[in-house]
């Protein structure tokens, strides 16, 4: 499975991706991600939840139409903040995949070893 939920503590979803992301597995891991949301989160409330994506040994996005962004949607209104973990040679395609400055939440990107960093971030 290329993309998976492995926690949910601590107020943060994390999403681990690792090798090539695969559509199918993302779509059931943002399906998974939004039950987890809607049972736990209000739209409405100050404290929402937070999204931290940890991206190990990512080798890109695989064959797809990676066009369709309702899960994205779905998830926005039980989510205030957004961090990315993983290699900086991704950084600016997995911005611009996320919708950083286009979603009305910060999305943030981290290397590997700012993994406590985000998590601080996040929190913040």
């Known amino acids: 499975m290329s993309a998976e939920i492995v926690d949910t503590a601590n107020n943060t979803v994390t ?3 690792t090798g090539k992301l695969d ?6 891991a ?3 991600a939004i039950e987890i949301l809607q049972k736990e989160g209000n739209p409405r409330r100050e404290s929402k939840k937070h999204l931290l994506v940890i991206a190990e ?4 996005w695989g064959k797809g139409d990676w066009g369709d962004l309702s899960g994205q949607m779905m998830m926005d209104p039980y989510i205030d903040k957004m961090a ?3 290699d900086r040679k991704w950084e600016s395609l997995t911005l611009l995949f996320t919708g950083k400055g286009i979603r009305r939440l910060p999305i943030e990107f ?3 070893a700012e993994l406590a960093k985000a998590q601080t ?3 913040a």
């Open 110 to 112: 981290f290397p590997p």
């Open 23 to 28: 559509q199918s597995d993302l779509l059931a």
């Open 30 to 32: 943002q399906q998974q």
């Open 15 to 17: 999403l681990k991706i």
């Open 84 to 86: 990315i973990v993983g």
């Open 57 to 60: 040994n990512f080798q890109g």
């Open 121 to 123: 971030w996040l929190n």
